[in-house]
């Protein structure tokens, strides 16, 4: 089992930065790929940005050049780097953790609130 919980949601302006953070209930990076997805209210989840267990890393195009996903190992954690924000960008942030082998063990956090406003 893998506990999954985000943090740095907030509100932030259009332009500016905010830094999700992912933590795991045990060490979990040398097995499972990492991603962050994002949903709003009447629309299907999708597929932010993903890291593999072995480092290759993919990001939806709406964000590629404006966000980076990175892993911290030594601290079970996985990280969300937003630049350059847009309102568009507004949604409930979620960390997802999926076995390299079983397809079956996948794990979700509660999600984080991020909203971009002036």
């Known amino acids: 089992q893998v506990q999954l919980v985000e943090s740095g949601g907030g509100l932030v302006q259009p332009g500016g930065s905010l830094r999700l953070s992912c933590a795991a209930s045990r060490s979990i990076f040398s097995t499972y790929a990492l991603a962050w997805y994002r949903q709003t209210p009447g629309k299907l989840r999708e597929l932010v940005a993903r890291?593999?267990?072995?480092?290759?890393?993919n990001y939806a195009d709406s964000v590629k050049g404006r966000f980076i996903i990175s892993r911290d190992n030594g601290n079970n954690m996985v990280h969300l780097q937003m630049n350059s924000l847009k309102p568009e960008d507004t949604a409930v942030y979620y960390c997802?953790?999926?076995?390299?082998?079983?397809?079956?063990?996948?794990?979700w956090g509660q999600g984080t609130q991020v909203t971009v406003s002036s």
């Open positions: 890291i593999s267990s072995g480092g290759s890393i």
């Open positions: 997802n953790a999926q076995h390299r082998v079983v397809t079956t063990a996948a794990y």
